[in-house]
């Protein structure tokens, strides 16, 4: 009799939980908003009305092959490149959506520097390789106002830290180090302003297997403790399986194919995401 | 030494209208009327912005690119017949670089010149600001190697130009913090950047930090050219200029353990002369007519009798 009467209370306390979260969820709206992304080289589109949205914590792959329109997608997406139509709506941290290629240079600046990151898949494109790994991680703080020495040392230091840098190498330059070093360093670069979104371009192109395993558990590992919401391009179908939530399929600038990352993966409807997937060598 | 040198060099040296004067057929003070009125338009926009940067058409001069080409072309355009000119070089009056642009300036526009301070009313300057606090209706002309204090970071200019519009200068301290994390300080100590009036950072050309806080709230106009970069900028009279720095790391300017060996000045920007090859050296202050005065009013140093008077040995 108690346990009859208890049940349907609980049951109801936690229905109202649920519902109190999807309305809060539903508030929030996404993340990022594109609509109708179109932008073209010449003639030939990059990529041809793309449209998507990105929740806050989710994990969105772009797979592809080369010349697919991934790349160009990205930097529309991360608004390092104006396209020729289409709209980008952003949630900031105060809850009000901006029209990014709306906002004026200085507010877009402020905003991929403080709640974006962008990791290039060539460190060198994100990394200013003349100053030290403490500096390049630090510059960011710095971009914003930190004036206290000791402060942004001991972020920096946290940092690597976190990225499983030898913090001995901290005042070394990124030209000595190898390249899955230089792009951690590139990592705590972008996180250190704790954006809430960040880009990636192939994070873990041109590593060996062993350094790539490594950096993908260390990304897996950054993403879900901090709730980053990522967009990553990659044409290595096994890092979007590991770490994204959901992929994108792209061919000729259009978008294929899109879904959760492991209906794609084992069961392609589109012919072109079947052939992708069974291209990958099984060993 | 004369206070004054002789003002008319040449037969046509204070004689003749606006444009002419002389010597050899040159234009007063060289520069065509033109240029010269294209290049105080360039210094009247500076002024207005201070710190900023004007693009300005630099002309052709009688000396390499890296010699005060800049400051030459500042100084012509500005100076009139009434004005006494003082050049200086790293502090000194007479060094080869000092002594030339002097003598041009005798030569084309016959005006007086000077070696003191406090009557010049022109200072055209490489490297050094002097000693002795400028007068209202001072003009100080630096000459400028990089006018962009951004350069060392960003090499586009496009960019550049852009962080200068949005006064995106976060970049700069990382040059600060680079210095922190090697040296233990910042180790930076000439063409240290400056902020002016709170918006423009600034190249200070490469004066020694020493010579920073004097540019704030200084009662003299300061101008800068730039010959090669093509590029005027100006700090206006009491305009407030910051030196960057750390909270936990403040702006310190150099120190000397020693005193001027000549006038015993323990309060000026001091050169280590080296005296022999076996490395015996010698502190003297840089500005070379402030210890001559000082010298002048009975001001002794450890070797102040030893030397001759006027020049370092």
Known sequence: MTVATLEPTERSRRADQDAADAVAAADAGPLLKAAGISHFYGARAGCENVSLELRSGEVLGIVGESGSGKTTLLNCLAARLRPASGQLAYRLTTGRTVDVYGLSEAERR?????????????PRDGLRMAVSAGANVGERLMAVGARHYGDIRDQVTDWLTRVEM???????????????MQQRVQIARNLVSQPRLVFMDEPTGGLDVSVQARLLDLLRGLTNDLGLAAVIVTHDLAVARLLSHRLMVMRQGRVVEHGLTDQVLDDPQDAYSQLLVSSVLQT | MNAIENTNHGGNGGHGGNGAGGHGGYNFAYLDEQSKRMIRRAILKAVAIPGYQV???SREMPLPYGWGTGGIQVTASIIGRDD???VIDQGADDTTNAVSI????????????TEETGQATIIQTRHRIPEQSLLPGQILVYQVPIPEPLRWLEARETETRKMHGLADYGIMHVKLYEDIAKYGHIETSYDYPVRVNGRYLTAPSPIPKF???KMNDMPALQLFGAGREKRIYAIPPHTRVESLDFDDHPFEVQTWSEVCALCGADDTYLDEVIMDDRGTSMFVCSDTAHCAERRAAGHRGPDGDAAPTGLVP
């Open chain 1, 166 to 180: 030898d913090l001995e190498r901290m005042d070394d330059l990124p030209s000595t180090f190898s390249g899955g």
């Open chain 2, 211 to 213: 010579d920073n806080p």
């Open chain 2, 84 to 86: 006494v000119l003082k």
């Open chain 2, 102 to 113: 002097r003598k041009f300036f005798v030569r084309t526009a016959g005006i007086a010149t």
């Open chain 1, 110 to 122: 402020r905003l991929t520097r403080t709640d974006w990151g962008f990791v290039h898949q060539n």
């Open chain 2, 55 to 57: 693009p300005f058409g």
